[in-house]
């Protein structure tokens, strides 16, 4: 079970004055939570701003993650979650702000006490990463085993590159749909069908197909971007318009996102992978302003550690 962590209340203005209030007590049996670790676009971490992709959903007592960025193993255990109870991992596709500590994550469980088998779920490029972590970290595990009595890391971990139509953790349905990311192909948005229906839209420009695939389910978390702030990441980066020219082809502008949520007529709406998402309070009260008035759907502002009740 989870540990005695406890978040500090926090209070999310959204459509219609409603207010979302998070304290927890991890003492408490969890049933059906959606946890935010890390809800920032992109790889870069700036000092005021969001770490990179990762959330933990506990549907039906079933606790699976969703991506792996930077920081989450922290964000994990800051939430009072034992990394010994890592089982389902999801991941989207394989661009680094999703994915970037999957192995160190593993390994920091592994040195935790972790014996049973996680399986990862995603692109099969996933295969090829995994091989290529254990190479990179072969001399620290094979002294681990030999001095520390731990079993082999490779015998806890299976990939499951996503090929059926769809999957099963525990009496959970998970279901998927490849979304347009460009230049990346194998791209996901997820669905897990239990006592509640959540959605992952995942990285993707706007795609009308996750609007029946999100159909009538009781939380869509979508990834957004504004695009009045591409110049500025843009400056900032000091990279070229190649960059530009990526964002603004391969995200979803808030517009569109609020488009797709009206269509799929979802109970709630959880805006997640934010770009831009650097400063965060600033940034936040731009994103309230171009979401209010535009929705009748509950609309929740992604926040790092937000915990959200999926009733």
Known sequence: MFGSKRFKTQRITCKNNHYLKAHINLQKAIKNELFLLGTKGGPAIRPKGSMPSSSLLVLDNEKILIDAGLGVAKSLTEIGFHLSELSNIFITHLHSDHYLELGPLIHTAWTTGL???????????????????????????KNRIKNEGRIPLKRIVKIIP????????????VKFLQVPHPPLKECYAYKFIGSKKIVFSGDTRYFEPLASFSKKSDVLVHEAILPKYIDKIVKKTGLSLKLKKHLESSHTKLQEVIKIAKLSNCKKLIINHLIPN????????????????KINTKVIIGKDKLRIKLS
């Open 115 to 141: 014996t049973k088998k996680i399986k990862i779920y995603g692109p099969k490029g996933l295969i090829d990463y995994w091989q290529k972590f254990l190479l990179s970290m072969q001399y620290d595990i």
């Open 162 to 173: 996503v090929k059926k139509k769809f999957l099963k953790v525990g009496k959970i349905k």
């Open 278 to 293: 650097d400063n965060t309070l600033k940034q936040r009260r731009v994103w309230q302003k171009n979401i209010n008035n």
